[in-house]
């Protein structure tokens, strides 16, 4: 695997990356929260998980700016 020369600013600045984060914190979320509290219906985190994929799919699509 080679990553490309501008490696650092790709993962600073690209959305696909950010969207890919958030929805590993809303996958966390869901397993998490039930613990705590139990005032959001289920699948709730799954389904923003789904949107916050999708759209990083569509980011990654997307040219960006460096």
Known sequence: MILLPNWRAILKRAWSIRLMLLAGLLT???????????SLPDGVFAGLSFLAVSSALIARLVAQKT
């Open 28 to 38: 966390g979320m869901e397993f998490i929260l039930p613990m705590v509290s139990h």
